[in-house]
């Protein structure tokens, strides 16, 4: 028997895979430091290989080449057009300089780098970069098209609510945009079928890959750091007036001002800022606002039901022209309501859309005046419990409930309204068999749902505040002929617009409001609780209804000069108690003031925030995101805004949003 000698093989060890990773980087780094010599060595020996081919080698040889030039080149060209077609969606790169067009494309570039980088393949990081462009120019036109703003970085957190109203909007294909859709599709197709294609990488190659596109993450990161600086926004021309986001978008390109407006996802502590001297600035006009007191409380009608309806984009169009109705009345209740009544104008901060941020100026006194243009506090500030208005009527012992007839996750309100001391809300869910107008639930059973609220509470001896937001009204608004539960009653008659058929139908809907609150009011009458109850529009529609009546009137769509700009963002108000109040009309003021009225006229007495804001409204009766209105009745922006109390609002705002452990609750309720 033949005895075996061969010593048995020893198992490897494998080492450890921070060693393993190390060597592999050392590996590929030494492989790209030997790239010119292997060019070179390989274009040395390539004129003897020549000889040594055939036809179809020669044939091979060309293809091979075509498509080397075909890659490099959409690797240049792709981005370049797939970035100047997205502009061209909505805007035009003409009204791009040369400058800010270069800036805007590096960025393009930037990230045709970063996947090119991941996965090594010029066909994906052309057909990455090319699909981004795409969806971004598409998403931009349908934003535009449905609210009249382009697209923020905080958007990102309201997609869900946007998707569930977009069905409701008509996106208009026009020759231009299927056009450019089709050259996108075919560049996709392009990218993935006629680029060449990369060798399958080893596993091996795959730190020096990563370590590329780390760098690629890093020279973006550079890109946003760039961005948001204001020395080079100087530099650049950069166009920075953000209560006009569209010419922000238009002047500076998508890239540019997108990745400018990042930094304001947090929100940066006022000049000054010290909580501990804060209460000490605010205290002399609190002390003012005090010593004038407030209208008697009416002890046999103290602590009324409080009922407040945010009306969707219910608003007077006629602010910007006369409509011909033909003697057809709009809003002939709410205009014959005189007797304990109060009407006036309110002005907005938002217009065609964000309804929460109305919601948020209304409720807590804040402005969006002090925080970045287009955020939304409701996902992106609110962490807590808010001291407000709803709170402060729980404290006293009202019994709050919110309602709100559509999806509770919409802007965060299921988880908003706990925080803001809404003890029950009701949202689309809990509505048994409701009245649709369109597909929207009708203000009629949000009224319904409100009666039967305070009905159930009426032996409990305790007064009931109810704050709802409707829907009825919401855009878009050019299929309401469609629907066999709306009829369109109102006609234009000097109103010349492939949009007058939907201005027809908005102001149908304004029109079914108003009889639906008439319903309301003459429902109350009968009560013998005392009742306040106030309705006002979250915002004015979007200017696919207003822009048919300035056009009539030989305007554009583009605020001339001020006037203009604060007429787009004003809606009206009235409030109406079934008890005697005094009466006022033409009262003007923006939502942040707003419940300070409906605190004096229901007996509520003011909060020491109530109060610094009373004060702050002799100076600026209005303050809104977009410009402000003087004590003489100017229109100025936000920026002209002058004085120790409006640096002093600003920092109250901050505390009370931001750093609210250093101020104690009961200043804000």
């Not at 091979?60 to 969606?89: D, N, W």
């Not at 009825?472 to 309401?480: L, R």
């Not at 109530?610 to 995101?625: C, M, N």
């Amino acid at each position: 028997m033949k005895l075996n000698n061969t010593p048995e093989k020893q198992k490897k060890t494998k080492e450890p895979i921070g060693k393993r990773i190390k060597a592999k980087i050392k590996s590929d780094l030494l492989a790209v430091r030997n790239i010119p010599r292997d060019v070179k060595t390989y274009f040395s020996r390539l004129p003897g290989r020549m000889k040594t081919w055939d036809f179809g080698d020669w044939l091979l040889a060309v293809v091979k080449c075509v498509r080397i030039l075909l890659t490099l080149a959409a690797l240049v060209g792709f981005p370049y057009v797939a970035y100047t077609m997205q502009e061209s969606f909505y805007y035009s790169v003409e009204d791009l300089s040369d400058g800010m067009f270069a800036y805007n494309l590096l960025f393009v570039y930037l990230v045709e780098l970063f996947i090119l980088a991941l996965t090594w393949s010029p066909r994906w990081a052309v057909f990455g970069t090319t699909l981004m462009c795409g969806v971004l120019g598409v998403t931009q036109y349908a934003v535009m098209l449905f609210r009249f703003t382009p697209i923020m970085p905080w958007d990102v957190l309201s997609l869900g609510t946007a998707l569930s109203v977009a069905g409701n909007y008509e996106f208009v294909w026009n020759y231009k945009i299927k056009v450019w859709v089709a050259v996108y599709i075919a560049m996709l197709i392009i990218s993935v079928i006629l680029l060449a294609k990369p060798k399958k990488p080893r596993i091996g190659k795959w730190p020096i890959r990563i370590l590329c596109a780390v760098l690629c993450l890093f020279m973006m990161g550079g890109y946003v750091d760039n961005s948001a600086d204001e020395k080079f926004q100087s530099k650049m021309g950069y166009y920075p007036y953000l209560f006009t986001p569209t010419v922000v978008y238009r002047r500076n390109g998508f890239y540019f001002s997108f990745t400018s407006l990042l930094k304001y996802l947090n929100v940066e502590e006022p000049r000054g800022y010290d909580p501990d001297r804060l209460m000490e600035e605010a205290h002399t006009l609190i002390e003012t606002e005090r010593e004038k007191g407030q209208a008697s409380i009416d002890e046999e009608n103290k602590m009324p039901n409080i009922i407040v309806v945010m009306n969707e984009s219910f608003s007077d169009i006629e602010v910007h022209g006369d409509i011909d109705t033909d003697d057809v009345e709009i809003m002939p209740f709410i205009n014959s309501l005189t007797e304990n009544t109060v009407k006036g104008w309110a002005y907005t901060s938002v217009k065609g859309g964000n309804t929460p941020n109305s919601e948020f100026e209304f409720l807590t006194g804040d402005s969006m005046a002090f925080l970045p243009a287009g955020s939304i506090p409701y996902q992106q500030y609110l962490k807590g419990e808010t001291p407000n208005f709803m709170s402060q009527l729980a404290n006293l012992g009202y019994k709050t409930y919110g309602v709100h007839p559509y999806n509770a996750s919409g802007w965060q309100r299921d988880t908003v309204y706990p925080m803001f001391g809404i003890s029950e809300s009701f949202f689309s869910r809990d509505f048994l068999y409701p009245k649709r107008v369109r597909d929207y639930i009708s203000d009629e059973s949000v009224y319904e749902m409100i009666k039967e609220l305070t009905g159930k509470n009426k032996g409990t001896g305790k007064p009931v505040a109810v704050f709802a937001v409707t829907m009825q009204n919401h855009g878009g608004y050019s299929n309401g002929h469609t629907f066999d539960n709306f009829t369109q009653d109102v006609e234009l008659y000097n109103i010349r617009s492939t949009y007058a058929g939907q201005v027809a139908t908005y102001l149908s809907l304004i029109k079914l409001s108003d009889s639906a609150f008439e319903g309301l009011v003459k429902s109350y009458e009968k009560e013998s609780t005392p009742t306040v109850i106030l309705m006002f529009g979250d915002h004015q529609p979007n200017g696919t209804i207003t822009n048919p009546v300035l056009h009539a009137h030989g305007k554009t769509g583009v605020p001339a000069n001020m006037e203009e700009l604060a007429a787009q963002y004003v809606v009206p108000f009235v409030m109406w108690a079934n008890y005697d109040i005094e009466e006022q009309t033409e009262v003007v003021t923006s939502l942040n003031y707003l419940n300070i009225f409906l605190s004096e006229t229901a007996g509520i007495e003011l909060s020491q925030y109530q109060l610094f804001r009373r004060g702050l409204a002799e100076e600026y009766p209005v303050i809104t995101a977009n410009f402000a209105i003087d004590a003489d009745g100017n229109i100025i922006t936000v920026e002209d805004m002058k004085g120790d109390n409006v640096e002093t609002y600003k920092k109250l705002q901050y505390a009370h949003i931001f750093d609210r452990t250093r101020i104690l609750d009961n200043f804000y309720e």
